[in-house]
């Protein structure tokens, strides 16, 4: 089962791909994880179409079996929301183009995952992704978006495995 988790953003959205075979006691493996960066100054329609065509390149390359999005639970200015919804509906749009399950989760529930505690802090959460999927420093630097990312892949695995 590969996994992609993605946090999105209308500035810089993260992405993380993690493998799990479909057996009990298996370990979560990195694959990659990365940052789509997009031009500030663009209008949003551009920074949507990087966003399209930057995701739609990445799932055809690792060709995940599901994917998985961070929930809106709260935003400052409603401007920000409406933005940031929309790219969630270019990440929608691109898991029904590729048939691939969409999962949502809340930021509660990914640090619950990670840490056992729901208001746990971000450092704490981007240590447990490094420790889980066993990324060292010669791997590369991971981005906050990245690392969100690669949270949701492994809130997605605790959480499809307790079902079964």
């Known amino acids: 089962m590969r996994i992609i988790g993605i946090d999105p ?7 993380g791909i993690v493998e799990i075979e479909k057996k009990p006691g298996a370990s979560p493996i990195y694959i990659t994880a990365g940052d789509i960066k997009m031009n500030k100054k663009a209008g949003l329609p551009e920074r949507l179409n990087t966003l399209y065509s930057s995701l739609k390149s990445t799932i055809r390359e690792y060709n995940p079996s599901s994917l ?29 183009q590729n048939h691939l399950p969409l999962f949502e989760y ?3 529930e990914l640090k619950m995952a990670l840490t056992g505690y ?3 802090e ?3 959460v981007q240590e447990m992704v490094k420790r889980i999927l066993k990324i060292c420093p010669s791997q590369g630097r991971l981005s906050q978006d990245s690392t969100d990312a ?11 495995f307790q079902l079964k």
């Open 9 to 15: 953003g209308t500035v810089t959205c993260g992405y």
């Open 68 to 96: 998985c999005i961070e929930k809106i639970f709260y935003h400052k200015s409603i401007r920000s929301a409406m933005a940031l919804g929309y790219a969630r509906g270019i990440i929608m749009l691109l898991a029904a």
């Open 106 to 108: 809340n930021p509660t």
């Open 118 to 120: 729901g208001r746990a």
């Open 122 to 124: 971000k450092r704490q």
């Open 150 to 160: 690669l949270a949701l892949c492994i809130c997605h695995i605790n959480s499809s």
